[in-house]
């Protein structure tokens, strides 16, 4: 279960349903699941190259778009060398 203490602020990761994986500080939330990423960046996985950082800023996600959501360790995802990580690309969910 994911809990938020009104003022702190965690690192988490989402993947979307068009299978994006983006990741920030957790901002805020609603009942809906909409949630509002700070210094977030999308992570673009490819078998032929690293991975590659695109970065958004503030980020609104809205929860109808949204498969999976974790929070992240920050220490240890930085000690991951992402320029010789290799990966396919996530497809999109399918219902």
Same mark, same amino acid.
Request: no cysteine; hydrophobic share 40%; glycine share 10%.
């Given at each position: 279960? %994911?809990?938020? =203490? !009104? /003022?702190? %602020? ?5 993947? #979307? ?11 805020? %939330?609603?009942? =809906?699941?909409? !949630?509002? +990423?700070? $210094?977030?960046? $999308?992570?673009?996985?490819? #078998?032929?190259? /690293?991975? $590659?950082?695109?970065?958004?800023? +503030? ?12 929070? !992240?360790? =920050? ?9 010789? !990580?290799? /990966?396919?690309? +996530? ?5």
């Amino acid at each position: 279960m %994911f809990t938020i =203490a !009104l /003022g702190s %602020f965690e690192m988490i990761s989402v993947i #979307t349903n068009d299978g994006r994986h983006i990741v920030g500080m957790l901002r805020g %939330f609603d009942q =809906a699941t909409n !949630l509002i +990423l700070d $210094e977030s960046h $999308e992570r673009v996985y490819s #078998t032929q190259q /690293g991975v $590659e950082d695109i970065v958004l800023g +503030l980020y609104i996600i809205r929860g109808d778009n949204i498969s999976i959501i974790g929070e !992240l360790d =920050a220490e240890l995802d930085e000690s991951i060398n992402r320029k010789v !990580l290799r /990966g396919h690309p +996530l497809k999109p969910v399918i219902h």
